[in-house]
């Protein structure tokens, strides 16, 4: 069968390249052809054929969507145009709510003249309507075939607004339960070839978008001031050009290592984390965080009134109570980050019970294999389409 697969950012390439692997297991002859970056291009391999990487569709924020509101008309027309040429079996989409619900739409609304009919269309991470912009779940009864969901409080949600919805799992689970153990062979290795010293590292995860580095590395920068007996590492992304980082880095002793965030997390003794699914990778690794989030005044402004949330975290979200500290827009001042740092260190205040958290929160998870069974249930759906 042929499958069309849009993700728009770094989480949806890293959940796009697990749910590939789970449909070739499922589906060997499959075609896949697909929006996203270079893990779903090497689990894809010979299958696989990418349209455009995410790199030059990802937007974030408020004011920075509308700024860019002709580009991605010109990308939406594309797609569109994309999939109706191609006439995939079915078309996946991974959460970027705001351009795959129009491909949703799209597909139910086009005059489709093949045989079979119509693309089904499964939508696997389902936006965060429990967060802002109730009215998309209208939309996703109208024009989404089967909704695959990766947290457990959705289900109830959902069902509530007449979904049923499938859960299999957190496909994060299966990042984690993937990646090796950390041995002291292993830290040594890391440190060398990174050129890192022996003190102990604090990770800065600063985001995978140019805004977020703009907004938040700068008072990640300054907290590390504040530790010299601590070595600072932010976590860079090749698809960001060097002099991004640079600008904010100089004069200061924080080391860059680019494209292995994992792997400086799970080296580190805690984290300065920018909100989004890092704060979840974070907690799941077992590496204390603090989440820290600044944007633009605009984009903070009209959120506040858009979203409807006690917090920002999915490690908060998850666990329905504080395990992390945010720091969000005025709050995340390089005194209040430090302070809130020092809690959660080995010795901290903080420290033991947010371990024990992490505990309970890998439980709440479930197990690992979410992607497998995700793309086991979507093959067997459409095997029984096609043989009705």
């Given at each position: 069968m042929k499958y069309y697969i849009i993700a728009g950012e770094a989480s949806g390439d890293l959940h796009g390249s697990n749910l590939i692997r789970g449909l070739l297991e499922a589906d060997p002859q499959a075609e896949i052809r697909f929006w996203g970056g270079d893990k779903m291009?090497?689990?894809?391999?010979?299958?696989?054929?990418?349209?455009?990487?995410?790199?030059?569709?990802?937007?974030?924020?408020?004011?920075?969507?509308?700024?860019?509101?002709?580009?991605?008309?010109?990308?939406?027309?594309?797609?569109?145009e994309d999939i109706a040429m191609w006439g995939p079996d079915v078309l996946i989409l991974i959460d970027y709510p705001g351009f795959n619900l129009r491909m949703a739409r799209f597909v139910h609304t086009h005059r489709w003249t093949r045989p079979q009919g119509r693309p089904q269309v499964f939508y696997y991470i389902a936006p965060k309507v429990w967060a802002w912009k109730e009215k998309r779940v209208a939309k996703l009864r109208e024009y989404v075939d089967k909704l695959f969901?990766?947290?457990?409080?959705?289900?109830?949600?959902?069902?509530?607004?007449?979904?049923?919805?499938?859960?299999a799992g957190n496909p994060l689970m299966d990042s984690v339960s993937q990646r090796p153990t950390v041995t002291p062979e292993a830290a040594e290795a890391f440190r060398r070839e990174n050129n890192l010293d022996q003190r102990p590292i604090i990770a800065l995860v600063a985001g995978s978008r140019s805004s977020e580095i703009q907004?938040?590395?700068?008072?990640?920068?300054?907290?590390?001031?504040?530790?010299?007996?601590?070595?600072?590492?932010?976590?860079?992304?090749?698809?960001?050009?060097?002099?991004?980082?640079?600008?904010?880095?100089?004069?200061?002793?924080?080391r860059f290592v680019c494209d292995k965030t994992y792997e400086t997390i799970a080296q580190s003794a805690a984290a300065l984390v920018t909100s989004g699914t890092a704060t979840l990778e974070t907690a799941l690794l077992r590496v204390p965080e603090v989440v820290c989030f600044r944007s633009s005044a605009i984009s903070i402004w009209i959120a506040k009134r858009l979203v409807k949330l006690r917090f920002i975290s999915l490690v908060n979200l998850v666990m329905d109570r504080e395990v992390v500290r945010e720091l969000i827009q005025e709050d995340f001042t390089p005194e209040i980050a430090a302070h809130e740092l020092r809690a959660i260190l080995p010795g901290g205040t903080k420290h033991a019970r947010m371990m024990q958290d992490f505990e309970a929160l890998r439980v709440a998870m479930g197990e690992p294999g979410a992607s497998q069974r995700v793309a086991a249930e979507m093959v067997r759906l459409l095997n029984e389409k096609h043989s009705a």
């Open positions: 291009i090497a689990a894809a391999g010979t299958h696989g054929t990418l349209v455009r990487h995410y790199k030059e569709a990802s937007i974030m924020g408020f004011w920075e969507v509308l700024k860019n509101l002709r580009r991605i008309g010109r990308q939406m027309r594309f797609c569109r969901i990766i947290f457990p409080f959705e289900i109830a949600y959902f069902r509530r607004h007449g979904i049923e919805a499938f859960y907004y938040n590395l700068p008072h990640m920068v300054a907290v590390s001031r504040l530790f010299p007996d601590y070595q600072f590492v932010v976590t860079g992304v090749s698809w960001l050009d060097r002099s991004l980082y640079d600008k904010y880095l100089a004069g200061s002793d924080v």
